[in-house]
């Protein structure tokens, strides 16, 4: 039997969801929508009874204080639909779309002592109350209330009472697939690539083509499917590994230079030459290594999520979360999360729609959805969000950013892992089902207007719970040590996986044994599907049953699916029949080298012109007010930043805990003195004039944030994300190449190490014929070592009475500032590092913020000093006084604007209390400083400019107001 | 060697304050053991041999359905029994955000619980005004009569970070009942004491109520996180405040729970 459960709020009680939704579709330009009313549907299937289906409903799905049922074995008319000024909207699942709620249900059903239920479906019903167009009530549905990627609306609700089997609707193959490839032509090749999804170029088809020759023989599907997936771009990094032979045109001349492998030859060869001895493990593992005390290292791994969160924002937000976590739980023998990182980038909230290019979604929509995901996944896992950032670009429109990190405590010893010959290949966590098929090949290409109906398989849905069932035992697992190695499914699924982890060994996998969401799945989908929350192991035989004991014993289910052999092939058989059999080393080894084009011509920006306006009061509001400025108060509150109940510096600080924080401190082992710094750096508007010193600025910006709160300069370790275009295209080469130069000189000059990081390409979206590319995008995140959190500072002003410092020089640097954005500018002069310069400050800051006589810090960057004191004085609640004029400056231009407002790198300011001074201004010695203002009683900010003339006077509780508005949606 | 108070620190899917709940009874002086509830379940581990039950925040089960829901009929359906005795044989519960959801939903908060197999509900924990999972430090007006609160300062300060929070009482005599009665112990409220609406009311619940104990004054079930404030440089403005002492305000929470242990049950 079926039987259909409807729930909604008792009258009286506030429904928050549906007033959610108002605001939704009010935001699409919809004004006429008086109410929303949101209807929970159960559609419950098994042979029960009207008394059992009762209990269910008040024991179980019902809040019996604020929620009220209804249920039917048949269809009900429903009295709003075809009511006038009423329109009705069900939206469910598309089949085979995770949804966690089916589960917990089941199982909560289960616990009712009832035990014939066979299946649970979700839906929502949406009640609006409204005189709207058919066409309104189109764009609602498509806009506000579903993703058709994973979603639908129910226009027959008489079909829930009609039984689905999932196994006949997702029927798949079981007789081996040949491919026909030898023989082919250059034509048919790059026809079955495309065809395929395989997302390989003509080389690599034809390198294929001749393996497969040479033994006389036509692969089968999977054998194709698997090189596709390992030589993809996302998981084998042919562009940084490649060959690049760059060309740099600059006044008038042209060099050219062969780069034989750009990571090596830049990021990694930076870690190499600073050789720091408290780097654990670099680069090879899922995550990097570095020492924190006696007893355990910590781990930090940043990756991006851009095109999952493109088509579906929550989805693909959540399980880029999920993802990440998973790659520290895969770092050596597992390590426990304990915080996460999120930046993103998106186009202006308030982009129109009649621009938006066709097959996006709007930015704001984008953005709701991005920041609901990483809100589920984090929380739901119990790991704080403790650092972030959000950019705007309208170039993101069609390619969002989505960068998820994550930092793990491992005890020392448990970094190194292997597989040994005979060791058992084991499949922990969530089950497997046609999710995400493709999703590593199609990260590997551009998005078009076409990608939502081609890839909407590679579209995921995470379920935190699960991954936290998986992550609670594997840490006691590993402690009894009961498996050998471990790593996470991502990109690839199991292919990837199980592939890399047997790379050396050869591996043997029937296919049969991994457990299915649903029947009906051939053996190749079984093999590349990146179902989420799924965790490979080798497990020695003689401790696979204490192994079972424990993860059972918590709920979760464990597969065998073959062993590791010493054969060196990847073995896959499914049913008794073997469907694969490659070599391991040329799956490995045998991507053909590419030499790309890169061409770096000087952009012709022009420094401009205009007067500087007389008050900058207004200037001021302006770029306070700006997306890249504002307050993410809105977001950061729905993450659980404290969860772990080890965050000493918070995202928020200050009085009324909303000021501004720089990096955020964790003391990962509660009531011990040593803790972490996390921070990040990112600046997309510098890119757009000189990519080597957004990277440059990327990393000053990183690290002296972590200074800033009391890190040391000495253990800081950084990781490098790549965010780009198309690297077939040589403009966007040239631009990477010169950041990742930029990232090795500065990383080399400052002595933080990169320990991991990652790249993603294909950053564009084609739009008739027309191609947006993002403005190329690094980010750098860092992790500091912090001896004594109780030795940490804060940005909010502290004391009346005390001074005000600026440490480090101003320059002539408006180039890519977000004040010439207010003018719709972009500047010439973009911030340079001046790396020796820059090491003083630090140095000094890192000396007197340990003596004790830092009262407050904050560090410089959109914005400049202008928003800087704006902030500390808005965080302290105190009022402040700034003089221009005694700000350490070099430069021609010398006008307030500039040197209130450059963004140039390295520069703090800090408040010092009078009886302080002295030893502050010793440490000091000849770095660039000057006291600049004195903290006020008064809650005014008073800014006199260079001919001591009071140029803005504003309160700061006004300031605090347009800092913190324009993001509250 | 004195006998310790000895503590069960809950912990099944999604569950994940546990760890700072154990380190704060641990700090306290208590003998802690968390333990999955299969574990309860097939009787391994006795819920008898302890003498404080605590239920953690977290998202048990991922608040699928609604918050707490799914754990609290598990508790009271597979261990309702063993739950009576325990509060009749004059032994302590927590609850901390999910496990204050865990406690309503299972009928033993606002109480008196008994042990049956249909539910009975008097007060629920749904979803906040905002609509919105919201991570905030709030003041709390302590009052009632409550072990857990003995001595406590007027005013203390707690972060929350919840969705589902704002506390409904089914009839307004529930509500007359817990305010007669002394049952409601934290109240939302300005840094003074004073009433206060969101963002200090973080999730508009009813009578501001952030936290109720049942008749007995030994069971407490609470949405703030007291075990989040243990420390004082868990304080989100310490380093604005004068540098002594180490514990912050929600330290005595554990320690009045391990001392009336000591005084009343070794």
């Given at each position: ?320 979360v999920g993802g990440v976590i998973r790659d520290t739980l895969g770092t050596g023998l597992g390590a426990k999360p304990i915080c996460n990182t999120d930046v993103f980038c998106f186009a202006q909230p308030e982009y129109p729609f009649e621009k938006l290019p066709a097959g996006t ?609 | ?266």
């Amino acid at each position: 039997m079926i039987w259909r459960v409807e729930i909604q709020e008792k009258s009286g009680i506030f429904d928050p969801l549906g007033e959610g939704v108002m605001h939704d579709i009010g935001d699409l330009g919809i004004s006429s929508v008086k109410h929303v009313r949101v209807i929970n549907v159960f559609v419950i299937e098994g042979e029960i009874m009207k008394a059992d289906v009762d209990t269910i409903c008040s024991e179980l799905l019902v809040d019996q204080v604020a929620q009220t049922y209804t249920f039917s074995d048949h269809p009900v008319k429903d009295p709003y639909k075809n009511k006038k000024g009423f329109n009705v909207v069900e939206v469910a699942y598309n089949i085979g779309v995770m949804d966690p709620v089916e589960a917990s249900t089941l199982k909560g059903i289960r616990d009712l002592g009832i035990s014939r239920v066979t299946s649970v479906r979700t839906a929502k019903r949406f009640i609006i109350e409204g005189k709207l167009s058919d066409k309104e009530l189109e764009v609602i549905k498509e806009k506000a209330l579903m993703n058709k990627l994973i979603q639908h609306a129910v226009s027959d609700e008489a079909a829930v009472f009609r039984h689905v089997s999932l196994d006949r609707e997702l029927r798949g193959k079981t007789e081996v697939a040949i491919v026909k490839l030898l023989g082919l032509s250059d034509k048919g090749l790059i026809e079955l690539s495309r065809k395929g999804q395989l997302y390989l170029n003509l080389n690599e088809m034809r390198t294929i083509q001749k393996h497969f020759a040479a033994q006389k023989r036509e692969p089968t599907d999977v054998e194709l499917e698997t090189i596709a997936q390992t030589w993809s771009e996302h998981c084998n990094h042919k562009t940084f590994r490649g060959n690049i032979r760059y060309t740099v045109k600059e006044n008038g001349k042209t060099k050219t230079e062969e780069i034989k492998n750009l990571l090596k030859s830049t990021i990694v060869k930076a870690t190499y030459t600073l050789d720091k001895p408290w780097c654990v493990s670099v680069f090879h593992d899922n995550a990097g290594v570095i020492s924190f005390d006696d007893k355990y290292n910590v781990c930090f791994k940043v990756e991006t999520h851009n095109h999952p969160s493109a088509l579906e924002p929550f989805g693909g937000a959540n399980t880029g979360v999920g993802g990440v976590i998973r790659d520290t739980l895969g770092t050596g023998l597992g390590a426990k999360p304990i915080c996460n990182t999120d930046v993103f980038c998106f186009a202006q909230p308030e982009y129109p729609f009649e621009k938006l290019p066709a097959g996006t979604l709007h930015p704001k929509r984008v953005m709701k959805g991005v920041v609901s995901g990483v809100r589920d996944y984090g929380n739901k896992m119990g790991i704080p969000t403790v650092n972030g950032a959000i950019c705007f670009h309208e170039h993101y429109v069609g390619n969002p950013l989505v960068f998820c990190g994550n930092v793990g405590l491992i005890p020392k010893g448990m970094e190194k892992k292997a597989a040994c010959k005979g060791d058992l290949v084991v499949v922990i966590g969530g089950k497997t089902g046609r999710d995400g098929i493709h999703g590593a090949t199609f990260s590997s290409g551009e998005l078009t207007h076409e990608s939502e109906v081609v890839s909407s398989g590679a579209v995921q849905i995470g379920n935190p719970i699960e991954e936290k069932k998986v992550s609670d035992v594997l840490l006691q697992a590993r402690d009894e040590g009961l498996f050998s190695a471990v790593t996470d499914c991502g990109a690839g699924g199991l292919s990837s996986a199980v592939g890399e982890m047997g790379s050396q060994l050869g591996v043997r996998v029937d296919l049969d044994a991994v457990p299915l969401k649903y029947q009906g799945l051939n053996y190749t989908e079984i093999w590349i599907s990146e179902s989420q929350e799924r965790m490979v192991l080798s497990v020695p035989p003689e401790k696979i049953e204490r192994f079972k004991e424990i993860f059972e014993g918590e709920n979760n289910e464990v597969a065998v699916l073959g062993t590791y052999t010493g054969t060196g092939r990847l073995e896959l058989f499914y049913h008794g029949v073997k469907v694969c059999d490659l070599d391991m080393n040329f799956l490995h080894e045998g991507t053909p080298k590419i030499t790309k084009e890169a061409l770096w011509a000087t952009p012709k920006h022009k420094e401009p012109n205009f007067a500087c306006p007389d008050g900058l009061g207004d200037k001021l509001k302006e770029v306070l007010s700006d997306y890249n400025v504002c307050s993410k108060e809105a977001v950061v509150r729905r993450y659980d930043h404290e969860v772990q109940g080890g965050s000493i510096v918070k995202p928020f600080v200050g009085p009324a805990c909303d000021g501004p924080s720089d990096a955020s401190v964790l003391c990962p082992r509660l009531g011990k003195k040593k803790g972490i710094a996390i921070s990040n750096g990112i600046n997309p508007r510098f890119g757009l004039i000189d990519p080597y010193w957004m990277a440059a600025s990327a990393i000053d910006e990183a690290v002296r944030q972590i200074i800033s709160v009391g890190g040391d300069l000495s253990k800081i370790a950084i990781l490098d994300n790549f965010c780009w275009g198309n690297p077939d295209k040589p403009d966007r080469l040239g631009g990477l190449v010169r950041a990742a130069k930029g990232c090795h000189d500065l990383a080399v000059a400052y002595g933080t190490p990169f320990i991991s990081g990652k790249d993603s390409f294909y950053n564009e979206y084609t739009d008739k014929g027309k191609s947006i590319a993002i403005p190329g995008t690094i980010l750098i995140s860092a992790i500091g070592i912090v001896e004594d959190v109780s030795k940490c500072v804060t940005m909010d002003l502290k004391k009346p009475g005390n001074s005000v410092y600026i440490v480090g020089k101003t320059y002539d640097e408006l180039g890519g500032s977000v004040y010439l954005s207010t003018y719709g500018l972009i500047g010439k002069d973009v911030p340079v590092v001046r790396s020796k310069e820059a090491m003083k400050n630090f140095m000094a800051m890192q000396k007197a913020i340990g003596c004790g006589l830092v009262a407050s810090s904050h560090d410089c960057s959109e914005g400049g000093i202008g928003v800087a004191l704006a902030e500390m004085a808005f965080a302290g609640d105190l009022g402040v006084t700034l003089i221009l004029k005694s700000v350490p400056y070099e430069g021609k231009r010398y006008r307030d604007d500039g040197i209130m407002f450059s963004e140039s790198n390295s520069r703090f300011l800090v408040e010092v209390a009078p009886e302080d001074q002295k030893a502050f201004e010793r440490i000091m010695g000849d770095v660039s400083y000057a006291i600049i203002g004195k903290v006020l009683e008064d809650k005014n900010v008073y800014y006199y400019g260079l001919k001591e003339n009071l140029c803005l006077k504003a309160n700061i509780h006004e300031l605090k107001e347009t800092w913190k508005k324009p993001l509250q949606f | 060697m004195s006998r310790k108070a000895r503590v069960l620190v809950t912990r099944t899917a999604g569950t994940n304050c546990n760890v700072e709940t154990t380190f704060a009874f641990e700090q306290c002086g208590a003998l802690v053991d968390e333990v999955h509830l299969e574990r309860l379940f097939s009787g391994k581990v006795k819920l008898s041999d302890y003498h404080i039950l605590a239920l953690p925040g977290g998202f048990s089960y991922g608040d699928d359905i609604a918050s707490g829901r799914i754990f609290a009929n598990e508790l009271r359906l597979k261990l309702g029994e063993d739950i009576a005795k325990f509060i009749k044989d004059g032994k302590l519960m927590i609850g901390i955000c999910n496990g204050f959801q865990i406690l309503v939903k299972a009928g033993i908060l606002p109480g008196p619980f008994v042990a049956s197999k249909t539910l009975q509900q008097t007060a629920t924990l749904f979803h906040n005004d905002s609509g919105k999972f919201e991570d905030r430090w709030t003041h709390l007006k302590s009052l009632g009569k409550c072990v857990w609160t003995k001595g406590m300062k007027d005013v203390v300060y707690f972060p929350v970070a919840h969705g589902e929070g704002k506390f409904i009482p089914a009839t307004p005599s529930v509500l007359k009942d817990l305010q007669n009665k002394g049952q409601v112990v934290f109240r939302y409220c300005r840094a003074d004491g004073v009433k206060s609406e969101y963002p200090g009311n973080p999730n508009g619940s009813t009578d501001e109520i952030a936290g109720i104990t049942d008749t007995t004054g030994r069971i407490l079930g609470l949405m703030p996180h007291p075990e989040r404030h243990f420390l004082k440089i868990q304080h989100p403005f310490w380093t604005r405040l004068p540098k002594k002492g180490k514990l912050g305000d929600g330290a005595q929470v554990f320690q009045n729970g391990v001392d009336y242990v000591k005084k009343n049950l070794l």
